[in-house]
């Protein structure tokens, strides 16, 4: 069975800080995708960031990166230099590469950027 | 390009009543999922379609049902409404499903009463 796991329930970091937030996951498929999703108090789920599993290189959108370990099956939210605005809850998700398949979630991670 | 978009953005029903919220993906994109979101739960898949046709499913009763058009818009259905369905329903749109990134709408709130 798939699962993500997200050990982290809350985290608190500074401003300009950098944090990361840990994600791994357990799937028996050779191909898949990993994504992390930023979840404000408003509710609306904003993706963030994409891996492949074939990808050699870590994935990066400015502040965000994501540090792959293949053969540790983890999926690590970077998230450089944070600010106010990046307080919310974390997501992580796994989504095999097949038609119709769903995206399985991990129970997020809060962050708290504090000034 | 617009983003996803779900309507309405917040309902309040009775048990027992029915309901019907819909989602507009992004231009150019065929495939529509739904999910429910609740606090003990968790984010859970409802369904997904591509090109009118369910592929997907979760594991929730039948009460629970979906469409989609030929426009890819969708449509989600919940009848007799229970206290429990309160919750977080997000949809999310994507080119083709598998592993492509989905982009999820700002959700409709729903509470039963």
């Known amino acids: 069975a798939q699962k993500i796991t997200q050990t982290q329930p809350g985290m608190f970091v500074q401003e300009k800080e950098a944090v990361t937030l840990d994600c791994t996951y357990d799937?028996?498929?050779?191909?898949?995708?990993l994504f992390w999703y930023k979840q404000p108090s408003s509710g609306e789920m904003i993706f963030l960031i994409y891996?492949?599993?074939?990808?050699?290189q870590n994935a990066t959108e400015g502040r965000y990166s994501l540090n792959f370990q293949k053969a540790r099956k983890s999926a690590n939210l970077v998230i450089s230099a944070s600010q106010l605005g990046d307080s919310a809850m974390y997501f992580c998700?796994?989504?095999?590469?097949?038609?119709?398949?769903?995206?399985?979630f991990g129970k997020g991670t809060t962050l708290s950027v504090s000034s | 390009k617009a983003g996803v978009t779900q309507t309405p953005r917040y309902l309040i029903k009775t048990r027992g009543q029915q309901v019907t919220l819909s989602c507009s993906p992004i231009?150019?994109?065929?495939?529509v999922s739904w999910y429910q979101q609740t606090p003990g739960q968790g984010l859970q898949f409802l369904f997904e379609?591509?090109?009118?046709?369910?592929?997907n499913k979760g594991n929730f009763p039948g009460r629970f049902s979906g469409r989609q058009f030929s426009n890819s818009r969708s449509e989600m259905n919940v009848s007799t409404l229970e206290l429990g369905d309160s919750a977080l329903y997000l949809c999310?749109?994507?080119?083709?499903?598998?592993?492509?990134?989905?982009?999820f709408g700002p959700g409709t709130r729903l509470t039963v009463t």
């Open positions: 999310a749109s994507s080119l083709s499903g598998g592993a492509a990134e989905q982009y």
């Open positions: 799937t028996s498929d050779q191909s898949y995708g």
């Open positions: 891996q492949g599993s074939y990808d050699e």
């Open positions: 998700a796994m989504r095999p590469n097949q038609a119709g398949t769903a995206l399985i």
């Open positions: 231009s150019g994109h065929r495939s």
């Open positions: 379609y591509f090109s009118e046709t369910q592929r």
